[in-house]
């Protein structure tokens, strides 16, 4: 170990001067260097020499990885100082970190930091690497162009050295797991709401609490997404991008269902519940007429989206959920007409009502209730039609306002989830409470109706 750092500035690391040190700590150290003459910043990792190789052949293995926002290594190898041996990786200089900046982002900006962000991600995810180090330190300045650091991917399930304890940024599973590329959507999230806020999320009684300054609510949207505690239900590096490009939503996941048999059951016994499936299968996942089937439904009190089972195909394809609430409209499909829903026939119109589906579903409800979409009323919709809808519950739990909040360019579907949302009853609490009830709309017998239930800023 080297006891001072500071007392090497204007020594030469393999022929890189090192000019100023830029930070350090128990195990490495970060210089600012000259380089043939070139600016770079070389990080010094004393060690013996058993040990070396690890280190080096993964900055070997980092070196080969090229990308305009993945920032470059310029050199790597063995070397001394004072006479003690260690291993170095020289990289591009970065003249600002995102943690050094002393103020919130803008929403433009925190745009601007995540896409680039996002496509270094999606490279090293599709070359098979997890980043596994995501965090504002990490989120570089280098020429004016914004990268994240380079030297330190991993091959997915591989560990970095270990850390007396994990860091806010690392995901929960990390510890197993190892690297994945879910863990480091956690982290960009983690950074995002830090570099919007200049505060981190919590975790409190199993729930993701927010800062109340993050705003927009599409940016709490996304936080919420990228800090699902549970992996499979995580946002993706492309559900990212498809909001930063296309400013839609990508739709909850739901964890597979799966049916286990007993080992030991006999060959006979498995065939015959096998054959019972095959030919009573869609009765036992369907309990109403396509009609009157209540939507599945996801909830995020101030948490991730949590989605309740729906009794649907394991081959249905997943669907894309709509626009941000402010610049929702019904997407069109194409060579089909515009989506606007034309107003459904009085008798369609009288057959519609409400339903109450099973509120256990609904963490903090105590009586959700959906709308019961007709079937010529589903015939005029054209992709989907989101509806958000504002209500306010007093402590007792009952709806005293509802009002439309966005996505109200069909008034006949506009009043139909009015009319349900008059109907929620909530959890009883010690005040009134603000919630955002979303009905989307769809043209499928089966579940024309998904709700999802958000805290009210």
Not at 83 to 91: D, E
Request: charged content about 25%.
């Amino acid at each position: 170990m080297i006891a001072t750092w500071k007392q090497q500035e204007g020594q030469a690391v393999d022929g890189i001067a090192l000019l100023r040190l830029l930070g350090s700590g128990e195990s490495s150290a970060v210089f600012l260097a000259d380089r043939a003459g070139e600016r770079c910043a070389i990080k010094l990792v004393p060690t013996e020499d058993v040990v070396a190789q690890l280190p080096l052949s993964r900055w070997e293995q980092a070196s080969k990885l090229s990308h305009p926002h993945l920032s470059r290594i310029l050199q790597s190898g063995r070397a001394r100082l004072d006479g003690i041996p260690l291993v170095y990786v020289a990289m591009e200089f970065a003249e600002e970190e995102l943690s050094e900046v002393d103020r919130p982002l803008t929403p433009k900006e925190a745009r601007e930091m995540l896409t680039p962000a996002a496509k270094a991600l999606a490279y090293l995810h599709g070359k098979g690497f997890a980043h596994g180090r995501i965090k504002p330190s990490n989120i570089l300045s280098v020429h004016d162009e914004l990268k994240i650091s380079g030297d330190a991917p991993l091959r997915k399930g591989e560990r970095h050295a270990s850390s007396p304890e994990p860091e806010p940024y690392d995901a929960p599973e990390l510890a197993t797991a190892g690297v994945t590329p879910a863990a480091d959507v956690w982290s960009l999230g983690v950074s995002l709401v830090e570099a919007m806020t200049k505060e981190q999320p919590r975790i409190d009684g199993g729930e993701l609490r927010l800062p109340d300054s993050l705003r927009p609510d599409s940016f709490r949207e996304v936080a919420a997404g990228c800090l699902n505690q549970d992996p499979a239900r995580r946002w993706t590096i492309a559900d990212l991008t498809q909001w930063l490009e296309r400013g839609t939503m990508p739709s909850p996941k739901r964890a597979r269902r799966r049916h286990l048999w007993p080992i030991a059951a006999a060959l006979a016994v498995v065939a015959l519940g096998a054959v019972a499936w095959i030919y009573a299968g869609p009765y036992l996942t369907s309990s109403a007429p396509a009609a009157s089937e209540p939507a599945a439904a996801s909830v995020v009190p101030p948490s991730p989206a949590v989605t309740a089972p729906a009794p649907v195909p394991a081959t249905r394809p997943r669907e894309t959920k709509p626009p941000k609430p402010k610049k929702e409209v019904a997407q069109v499909e194409p060579a089909a007409e515009p989506a606007s829903e034309p107003p459904p026939s009085p008798v369609a119109a009288e057959t519609s009502h409400a339903v109450a589906p099973d509120a256990a579903a609904f963490p903090g409800v105590a009586q959700p209730v959906i709308p019961d979409v007709p079937a010529k009323s589903r015939a005029t919709i054209h992709g989907k039609v989101p509806i958000v809808v504002r209500v306010q519950a007093d402590a007792s739990g009952a709806v005293t306002s509802a009002k439309i909040e966005s996505g109200g360019s069909s008034k006949y579907f506009a009043d139909m989830a009015l009319k349900a949302a008059r109907q929620w009853k909530f959890v009883p609490g010690a005040d009134a409470r603000e919630w955002l009830l979303r009905f989307e709309f769809v043209h499928d017998a089966e579940h024309p109706v998904s709700a999802k239930v958000i805290l009210a800023p």
